[in-house]
């Protein structure tokens, strides 16, 4: 049992678990049908988190990122929309849309990476005060409208492309954390910044970069979510931030820094996607999903972080 | 005449791994008694049963004649017994006034309802501020103060309760000659008052100085104890470590006169901080820095390393000059940096060993023979983390990150602060061999015997300049704590 | 609580529809859910249910595990009109009939019926009540609307009926003021304050939905011109939708009139048209409901079907 608790598995042994539970009650959750819902509503979620997971191993965290998924939305649907795009009806609208909307992540991330190191400002303030910036800015450049026609070779993406990118994004972030020598200074700058700094980690670029990642995955999932609904919204993505976050702290990555990895924060996301299907499938009653998803969580994050401290292990 | 305290069969077990084993110890009124002893060797856990922290498993105490078996640190005080803890309990954001009075404030009533009485607790403060000669108003923030400043306010806090005994752990790591010198007079008037004053140290010179009697304990034991004229300092270190030690400084060969200048500071210079400091360290040598608290040591070192700006002056590494070179450049070039607190800044404290010895250079392969050479003793290099370890382990780890991408030139600024005298003689023997290598080496300390131990030079700091540079052969404690001064 | 996943026994025939909402933020969707709740338990259809709760990425979702679950009919209000389009097409790739409540869905190639009020027709009706009951007092007149929100359908129709029912009394109207509100209660009032600033002569108000009278009544109070339909200063006022505010108002005698979408006409048609379409009935691509107004004149007649009249407050 104990082995079980410091596993790095114990969130998705619990996800599993829950799976079992509710398999007897709901009729439909074990179709091949539910379960390829489950993981096609999985794929943008775990990619956004995985971009979050490296701000939070910083110690920092970006609420900005549903409102980045916001304006990536909709800076690619006017470059490529068939009415009025910038690049309409060309073979190039969707290649060059989607590199638009990873730009403009990139960009956006900078921005928020740039004001954290060079304000001094917490970075809840920043992200906070970016979210509303980069949120009303995706308002007012379609007032308010969703921007549609979007081409097909676009909203194609959201069946194997979808796969494709979110397994790239796993494995790349993976190789990154647990082997570059960036995931090193990642996980130093978390657990302490001035020892990170006297020992010659180059502790400003690496928080930057982190935040140009989040900003970077927040554009990919953006890229997914838009070709999913076939439309360049400028509210998309506006609820899910709680949702990021707790995939993100159920799966292991601490709120004050130094820790949390690729397949925690996947078993995380797992587990928030299985919840929410689960609870929808069950029909209860809309307040009352609310309120058990919240405390699912609740239970889940407490029990992972009571596990690590009664344990004692090292982190990373 | 009866002790005021009797301590009798002591045991203490946590998890089933026993801590201490029937310690016994007497303090008497007008008497110091000097505890020392390794890290391990049970000393905090006996004065947390002393202090209401935590229970005996068995064993009984008597205080001035009744049984004295304090539930919580409140009811322990109100018997008078008062702690000077190591790891200060003072609140920063909050004045002194209002750290000294926290849990009773002198109060008076306004219609009715109960005010803090600001202008007596102002005096109150201020009569005990002079009992310990801290000229400073009651009203400064505590953050403002220095490491023994603040110390010093934890001694007038342990003086308002009017204490029948005093313990203090640790008291002098982090104060400068002149405030331990301070202190010392605080505990004669203390032992006058007829207090009992339980004086915990590793720096053995003064708990020989101080102590009527001396208790040593070792593995949860006590390993020996007597009056104090009994013991030497070597007794004290073969006792604490359960063998002799021999000799704690490391031989050295004295410097060869072709020696290169390694590192060199021309006039260096910022406002409020430094006054034209200057100096040359060789390769080979170990070049010591003395000075009081605030004389600009710990600055000059991290204008040297990189991490602050100096606005005038050159340093030159071999000749060339770095002083527009950031620390990343400067570690490239073969500049460490052990910083004065490990915890702060200088150890990741939840990783492991090997995450914390690949900080400075991951890329290397030498984590584990490094690990090996500096003695490193911990459960597992690899999951274990570093908080868990021991003071002077974690210090060894600190030093150890540096030595993996080889330094030419090593800033150690307190190197041995708070730790034990096992772990202080291997960190000894490690900068003598670098500097056997050739490493140049700056070590800032405030224990002067450590200076004279090791160093080839001595350089003395006075409000931000170099005042005196004395050699070797003419090494004299009390001259370099005048110059100090 | 577990009504919901209780109706779906093994081996039952009983149909099952899912119903995916949008929000149930406002008086008017609970009470739209409700009604339909209750419509299809009359036809013997069990019922599951969904709240998106504003985000159109959780009722893709939502819609799909209806689909999942091999429901025999979807109902849905959608978050907005373009996005629920893939949503139609994965329900006509899974053959099954798909019925829009309440707000139409963008233009393309996906199969569906909608079932909406002719927002048009009722509010240019109400408002020409609105415009006979100012010109009973001679003299000019100063009207104002309060807008939608500009990306919702329903709004921008509800605007047009407005301008064209002014239209013909052009002389003697004048539109002063067409403030924005997004469904914003807290826009609607800055909206509103700032036109009586500007033209404190306003006397005609049309609000594009019930929902913003609180805001506008505010402001009336406020400057003092909150007055009974009759007394002497009294603003003509109208809303939209029939909810128990203005049902409150109009017994009060302070609203003029509302127009209100026939919340039992809809639901009635909605359902009708997802068993129509599950037996291969063809069915008009919109379902228009006529609504009907309901002001001073008429209290009595229609309140049994206004929809906000049944409410208890």
């Not at chain 2, 002198?106 to 600001?118: E, F, Q, W, Y």
């Not at chain 3, 099952?16 to 009470?31: N, P, R």
């Amino acid at each position: 049992m104990r082995g079980l608790l410091t596993s790095r598995y114990l969130v998705a042994a619990l996800a599993a678990a829950c799976f079992l539970v509710f398999a007897p009650l709901i009729p439909g959750i074990a179709t091949a049908g539910n379960l390829s819902n489950l993981l096609w509503n999985m794929l943008p979620l775990a990619v956004v988190t995985i971009g979050e997971t490296f701000v939070l191993i910083t110690g920092g965290i970006d609420l900005s990122v549903t409102a980045i998924i916001a304006l990536c939305s909709v800076t690619g649907a006017l470059v490529m929309n068939g009415r009025n795009g910038y690049l309409a009806g060309s073979a190039a609208a969707a290649p060059a849309a989607i590199f638009a909307m990873l730009l403009a992540g990139v960009l956006l991330g900078l921005v928020n990476g740039f004001a954290v190191t060079r304000l001094g400002m917490p970075p809840f303030i920043v992200t906070l005060t970016t979210m509303m910036f980069f949120g009303g800015f995706a308002v007012w450049l379609t007032r308010s409208a969703n921007i549609d026609a979007l081409p097909p070779a676009f909203n194609r993406l959201s069946g194997v492309g979808t796969l494709a990118v979110a397994v790239v994004v796993a494995l790349a972030a993976d190789w990154t954390l647990r082997r570059g020598i960036f995931g090193r200074w990642l996980y130093a700058t978390g657990m302490n910044p001035r020892a990170s700094l006297v020992a010659g980690v180059p502790v400003h670029a690496v928080t930057i970069a982190a935040y140009t990642v989040s900003g970077l995955l927040a554009g990919a999932a953006s890229v997914l979510y838009t070709a999913r609904l076939e439309t360049g919204s400028p509210v998309l993505g506006q609820r899910i931030f709680l949702d990021v976050i707790a995939a993100a702290v159920i799966g292991g990555t601490s709120l004050f820094g130094g820790r949390g990895t690729v397949a925690g924060t996947l078993a995380g996301v797992l587990f928030v996607a299985l919840l929410d299907n689960s609870l929808n499938l069950l029909g209860l009653s809309f307040f009352l999903v609310l309120t058990v998803k919240g405390a699912v969580i609740l239970a889940a994050a407490l029990l992972d972080s009571a596990a690590r401290r009664v344990l004692g292990e090292a982190v990373e | 005449m009866t002790p005021l305290l009797l301590l009798d069969g002591i045991s203490k077990s946590f998890s089933g791994v026993p801590v201490l084993r029937e310690v016994s110890l007497t303090a008497s009124r007008s008497e110091v008694l000097g505890i020392a002893g390794e890290n391990g060797a049970g000393k905090s856990t006996l004065m947390n049963i002393l202090g209401g922290v935590i229970a005996p498993d068995a064993g009984n105490m008597v205080l001035e004649d009744r049984v004295y078996l304090p539930r919580d640190p409140s009811e322990a005080s109100a018997r008078g017994v008062a702690f000077v803890h190591q790891e200060l309990n003072l609140f920063p954001n909050l004045s002194i006034a209002e750290n000294l009075f926290l849990t009773d404030f002198p109060r008076r009533r306004v219609l009715g309802l109960p005010l803090i009485d600001r202008r007596s607790a102002a005096q109150a403060a201020r009569r005990l501020l002079d009992a310990v000669e801290l000229p400073l108003s009651p009203d400064t923030p505590v953050e403002r103060l220095s490491q023994g400043e603040r110390q010093l306010v934890e001694v007038a806090k342990a003086l308002d309760r009017d204490a029948r005994i005093v313990i203090f752990d640790e008291p002098t790591t982090s104060l400068a000659a002149r405030e331990s010198a301070r202190l010392f007079a605080i505990i004669e008037r203390l032992q006058a008052r007829g207090a009992a004053v339980i004086y915990i140290s590793h720096a053995l010179a003064d708990v020989r100085r101080l102590s009527s009697r001396i208790l040593i304990l070792r593995d949860g034991e006590a390993a020996a104890t007597g009056p104090a004229e009994e013991f030497t300092e070597e007794r004290m270190i073969s006792c604490m470590v359960g063998r002799a030690i021999g000799q704690l400084y490391p031989a050295r060969r004295p410097l060869p006169p072709d020696s290169q200048p390694l590192l060199e500071a021309r006039g260096l210079a910022h406002p409020g901080i430094l006054e034209n400091a200057g100096f040359t360290l060789h390769s080979g040598e170990v070049l010591g820095i003395a000075g009081l608290m605030g004389s600009g040591r710990s600055e000059l070192a991290r204008i040297l390393f990189g991490l602050d700006p100096c606005e005038r002056g050159q340093i030159l590494l071999s000749g060339l000059p770095i002083q527009h070179l950031s620390s990343r450049e400067r570690i490239r070039l073969g500049l460490a940096f052990l910083t004065e607190n490990r915890r702060d800044d200088g150890l990741l404290m939840p990783a492991s060993v090997l995450a914390n010895l690949a900080l400075v250079d991951p890329r290397s392969s030498r984590l584990e023979p490094v690990a090996a050479r500096v003695g490193v003793r911990c459960a597992n290099l690899d999951r274990q983390p570093v908080r868990q370890l021991s003071g002077g382990n974690q210090q060894k780890v600190a030093l150890g990150k540096w030595l993996v991408s080889q330094p030419r030139v090593f800033l150690l600024d307190e190197p041995t602060r708070g730790i034990d005298v096992g772990a202080r003689a291997e960190i000894y023997r490690i900068v003598a061999a670098l500097a056997a290598a050739g490493v140049g080496i700056l070590m800032i300390s405030s224990e002067i015997e450590e200076l004279t131990g090791m160093c080839d030079r001595i350089l003395v700091m006075r409000r931000g300049e170099i005042s005196a540079s004395i050699a070797r052969p003419d090494f004299d404690r009390e001259q370099i704590l005048r110059v100090a001064l | 609580m577990l009504a919901g996943c209780g109706n779906r026994t093994a081996g039952t025939a009983a149909p099952t529809i899912g119903v995916a909402f949008e929000t149930l933020q406002t008086e008017y969707w609970v009470a739209s859910r409700d009604a339909i709740a209750t419509e299809l338990k009359k036809r013997n259809l069990s019922m599951l249910e969904a709240i998106a709760d504003g985000d159109a990425n959780r009722q893709f979702e939502q819609v799909r595990n209806f689909i999942t679950r091999r429901v025999d009919g979807i109902i849905v209000v959608p978050k907005d009109a373009q996005t629920v389009v893939p949503m139609i097409r994965e329900a006509n790739r899974a053959g099954i009939p798909i019925v829009l409540f309440n707000r139409p869905p963008a233009k393309s190639d996906a199969r569906s019926v909608t079932v909406v009020a002719d927002n048009f027709s009722i509010a240019r009706d109400t408002v020409a009540y609105l415009a006979e009951e100012a010109l009973k007092t001679p003299g000019k007149r100063q009207a104002a609307i309060l807008i939608g929100d500009l990306g919702d359908i329903n709004a921008i129709a509800r605007r047009d009926g407005f301008e064209q029912a002014l239209k013909p009394h052009a002389d003697r109207i004048e539109i002063v003021s067409r403030i924005p509100t997004e469904w914003n209660q807290e826009k609607a009032l800055a909206g509103i304050t700032n036109a009586f600033q500007a033209h404190p002569g306003i006397d005609l108000i049309f609000v594009s939905s019930d929902l913003l009278l609180p805001s506008v009544v505010s402001a009336l109070k406020s400057r003092s011109r909150y007055f009974k339909a009759g007394e002497p200063g009294h603003v003509v006022l109208g809303g939209f939708d029939g909810d128990a505010t203005a049902y409150r108002m109009l017994t009060e005698g302070y609203l003029d009139a509302t127009g209100v979408q026939d919340v039992g006409f809809d639901t009635a048609a909605t359902v009708q048209a997802v068993i129509d379409l599950k037996a291969g009935k063809p069915v008009p691509e919109t379902v228009l409901d006529p609504g009907f107004v309901i002001h001073q004149g008429n209290l009595r007649q229609a309140a049994p079907r206004m929809w906000g009249a049944g409410i208890r407050k």
